[in-house]
């Protein structure tokens, strides 16, 4: 089965920007979507299909999907950008929706 | 505005069964699907399956196949999600999301399920 793979976690000083990445085979080849989660909430979709942003979300996110490697990235990072990110895609091969580990950014 | 809410907390026995509910509103509940994620105390976000609200079609992860039924009523604009056999792994919170499709754009508050003797 398809496997995502995320660093466990980032650091960034407020201000900087963060970068967080989601591996997969050939994931440049799928559509990869970004879900953020902050402790004892439900995750928030922050990214659809590579770098489409939903109403609401600050064009401080975007993303990026290329080759082996997604890419989302957090401009002017805030105290409140402090969750749990992942990122997902839907695998043909199986009809599953699949989920990287997770990241924690930390600020 | 779109809402997806979900039934209250269940403790449950190991083997016994657990049923949540996911009632939808603020859409056309048939033109899309609901799918099912949980999320163990401390882990990542783990997909379950999926409904079609209009077809009634359902897929399932392997890792679940044959211990999870999903269905829904459209009459009431509800989808469930059965989970039988449950094992102390299966403590966790249970969040059902609208299928966009492909991204889960709207997600229920979450159902803590705690299995415990």
């Known amino acids: 089965s398809y496997v995502l793979t995320q660093a466990p976690s980032v650091s960034v000083a407020p201000g900087k920007t963060a970068r967080i990445t989601c591996g997969g085979n050939n994931i440049g080849s799928k559509s990869v979507h970004w879900y953020q989660q902050k402790p004892g909430q439900a995750p928030v979709l922050v990214i659809y299909y590579d770098g489409d942003r939903p109403s609401g979300i600050p064009e401080r996110f975007s993303g990026s999907n290329s080759g082996n490697t997604a890419t989302l990235t957090i401009s002017r990072v805030e105290a409140g950008d402090e969750a749990d990110y992942y990122c997902?895609?839907?695998?043909?091969?199986?009809?599953?929706?699949?989920f990287g580990g997770g990241t924690k950014l930390s600020v | 505005q779109v809402q997806l809410v979900q039934s209250g907390a269940e403790v449950k026995k190991p083997g016994a069964s657990v049923k949540v509910s996911c009632k939808a509103s603020?859409?056309?509940?048939?033109?899309?699907?609901i799918d099912w994620v949980r999320q163990a105390p401390g882990q990542g976000l783990e997909w379950m399956g999926w409904?079609?609200?209009?077809?009634?079609?359902?897929k399932f992860s392997q890792k679940f196949q044959g211990r999870v039924t999903i269905t829904r009523d459209t009459s009431a604009s509800t989808a469930y999600m059965e989970l039988r056999s449950l094992r102390y792994e299966d403590t966790a919170v249970y969040y059902c999301?609208?299928?966009?499709?492909?991204?889960?754009?709207?997600w229920g508050q979450g159902t803590l399920v705690t299995v415990s003797s």
């Open positions: 409904i079609h609200a209009g077809t009634g079609d359902t």
């Open positions: 603020g859409y056309s509940f048939t033109s899309f699907a």
């Open positions: 999301a609208r299928d966009a499709p492909g991204d889960l754009d709207y």
């Open positions: 997902q895609v839907w695998d043909n091969s199986s009809d599953h929706v699949v």
